[in-house]
């Protein structure tokens, strides 16, 4: 290497990462790698009955097993005002039960102990007499009549229901389907899963008796205001709380939340005055933390004869468990559902939404997408492909007539969105002409007139990501913009400090590269720092794919800040007026004479050393950017597969992805994020799903219930791109880290009711499993 | 009990309880912190480490009956500065993102091509499906581990020069 160039490792680079080092060697920090002196490990007790009184609580037994430090219960935190915590939709949650649980897998009372297996031999010792009663596990029984309240406790709460809410403009919508020639309409279960990242949840909570000072190493994805939340609960000093997230093992939403654990442990530290370990095991993960979706849908798509889309009606019934956690901007509760209208330019629309509280686990977080986007994509792209097969117009043409046109930009949808850019049948075209539509056309008749089965499913999403415009987007209260802040050293060499926090999308390699292409120091030079409250600047976090949008954003800004102060600093060195002086990457020269020339590199050390009168030293800033708007990232799927009549089984051919996420920072990096959003999307399609039976019991509590994709039955993809950027955005990038959740679902199972739609069936719910397959043909009597 | 194991060529010991499973020990005992937990099921890999050589889940085995093996855990796949041509090739192939899969996914991709230099696709899926990884959608992986599989041919072409062109961290 040595004899080669270095990289400069720009922006539009596909440099490899700078993580990796540690990574590869074993090296990486993660939470359950985090051990302090005198640590003590906790275990929770969690309710095996979804919906049961609690008449006592025993801890004699489990206070007395070996290693047995101490045990917690909701009346012990109730007694520091700790049994009940806000949640990030400014609803409360039981931190540990004292009157009910009121899903299984809830939190009831936890053991600290000087190891983990006496922790978890003690647990078991907790006498807990529950008084059981009868559970709600669906929005259609907790609205029904005689369902048991759930949340009693809760002043003036009279039934299970939590909000009804509104977006559009009813009669406009009303009007327009009075005058359609067809409405086609769909009712589809977009079910319960799990973001289920490889490393669970968990917190080491290190209290200092001394001076007070909480230091509390989460798995957060959102450091930040997670240290505010706590400073809210806990009543404590936010100055004196520290939170440090080391290397985080996936999050995809997961780890946004403040759970019940990390309150727990940390008042443990707070008592005990020993730092305690919370680590989840996986079935505590997959019945306790942040689900996602589970949103029971119906859509109505009003189109003229021509096929031309008129209006859209949406209504849906969110499941959000027995406690209203779902983690979105206070203003929007059921997230951005109204963003429905997708890529189509549908004149009128009006959605509604009802959330209801279950005996199921709370927490409805955006499993790796924008705050409920995903859902409404899969909504509109499972109705249009519906539409496409009653009209009898093919869907890709139909897609084409309805899409909003690249000279309509900035566009706004009739639910209230601005779209920022996008050229949608540039995308549909190139993903058309990569997968080879019209030749699978063709062998999709042969094979018909075969009686096979094959499926082409196409999916032409559209996302709104980057929250947000502080003026409209906020957690609790607390603007979403994002933060960054640049030191650079005397030598040239710069340190980056970032609000948001990675948790394996790259961020310490491409945020590097931003200052390589804006302030022209190679991104070896450029170390990123991040996820630690006391030594980086605040920010709301990473999640939303609002990281390159917002902190992204920040750190092209305060580049271009530093870039003016050096241009002051060349202009003294070099003796020129500063509009005299030409910047190209890294260097200054005089207009007219470039070889009076100052690096970037010379103008850090004249920074400190050699400064004109009147200029503070130094070279270092710090920015909050507030987007002026949300990003629009978009995108065409297009999915071949094949159906076995006899089994029900699916195979997926071939994948074809074209994203559209404005400009890429790293190629690599970001197909990357789209190969592991199109598998993620592969599961949710065919193989994940949490349920629950009649008593609120969890079905899907381990990974060998909750089937995550493994190498075997994961399809290979293929990535294209067009490039649209984003006309706000500083150096035009959009996020992508979740266009391929969002978007691919629909495209998997439109392919399967592709291949089915021969004999008339419209829907099958998400998991597309075989044995449901099976099931459809088996009604139609095809396979007997 | 006692227990004794070879990790990474160096002789351990120590006295531990016989519940104790082998994840643990290597984790909490040993403090050798790259070897992972995922689920606690043997459904997710994270934990996999080599016992004489073959893939072993560490969190379905006792630490007492690794005792007489040979153990080889992600600390103890490169040679000093010089990586494994596996890492070499996750690192060159974008095969990792969060990481957390990554020791279990280096130790069997090495382990396959030990028994099988020139694994086609099949091969190669066949060998990770045991191990689950969230963040990549395993085709970098694929690649990854054809990468190394390319390294280790022009290593043993070539034994007296050293393959290491991009070994991340190292000098450039």
Known sequence: MSVEARPHGGIGESIKRKEDARFLRGRGNYLDDVSLPGMLHMTILRSPHAHARIRS???SAASAAPGVVAVVTGELMAQHGLAWMPTLSGDTQAVLATDKVRFQGQEVAAVVAESRYAAEDAVGLVQVDYDVLPAVTSPQQARGPGAPLIRD?????????????????????DAAFAQADRVVSLATHYPRSHPAPLETCGIVADVDSVTGKATLYMTSQAPHAIRTVFAMVAGLPEHQIRVISPDIGGGFGNKVPVYPGYVVATAASLLIGRPVKWVEDRNENLISTGFARDFHMTGELALDAGGRMLALRAHLDSDNGAFFADAQPSKFKAGLFHIVTGSYDIPAAHVTADGYYTNKAPGGVAYRCSFRVTEASYLIERLVTNAAIELGIDQAELRLRNFIPPEAFPYRSATGWEYDSGDYPAAMHLALEKVGYQDLLREQAERRERGELMGIGLASFTEVVGAGPGKDFDILGLRMFDSAELRVHPTGKAVLKLGVKTQGQGHETTFAQIVASELGIPAADVEVQHGDTDNTPYGLGTYASRSTPTAGAATAVVSRKLREKARALAAHLLEASPDDLVWERGRFSVRGSPDRVKTIQELSLAAYTNLPDGMEAGLE????????????????????????????VVKVRRVVAVDDCGVRINPMIVEGQIHGGLTEGFGIAFTELITFDQDGNCIGSNFMDYLLPTSWETPSFECHATVTPSPHHPFGAKGVGESATVGSPAAYVNAVIDALSPYGITNIDMPVTSDRVWAALRSRGVGE | MNVTVDVNGQERSADVEPRLLLVDFIRDHLRLTG?????????????????DGEPVKSCTMLAVQAGGHELTTVEGLARGAELDP????????????CGFCTPGMLLVSAALLERNPQPSEADIRWAISGNICRCTGYVNIVKAVQHAAGLRAARAAAPTEQVTAGAPGGAE
Not at chain 2, 40 to 47: L, Y
Not at chain 2, 86 to 96: A, K, P, T
């Open chain 1, 153 to 173: 406790e809760k002043e003036g709460q009279r039934d299970n229901h939590i909000y009804h809410w509104e977006a559009g403009d009813r009669a406009a919508t």
């Open chain 2, 86 to 97: 596996v890492q070499v090739g996750f690192h060159e192939e974008h095969g990792l993102q």
């Open chain 1, 57 to 59: 609580v025993d801890t």
């Open chain 2, 35 to 51: 070897t992972h937990i995922g689920c606690d099921t043997s459904s997710c890999g994270a934990c996999t480490v080599l016992l």
């Open chain 1, 621 to 648: 800033g710090v920015t909050y950017y507030d987007p002026p708007n949300m990003t629009f990232p978009f995108g065409t799927y297009a999915v071949v597969v094949d159906v076995d009549r006899g089994t029900g």
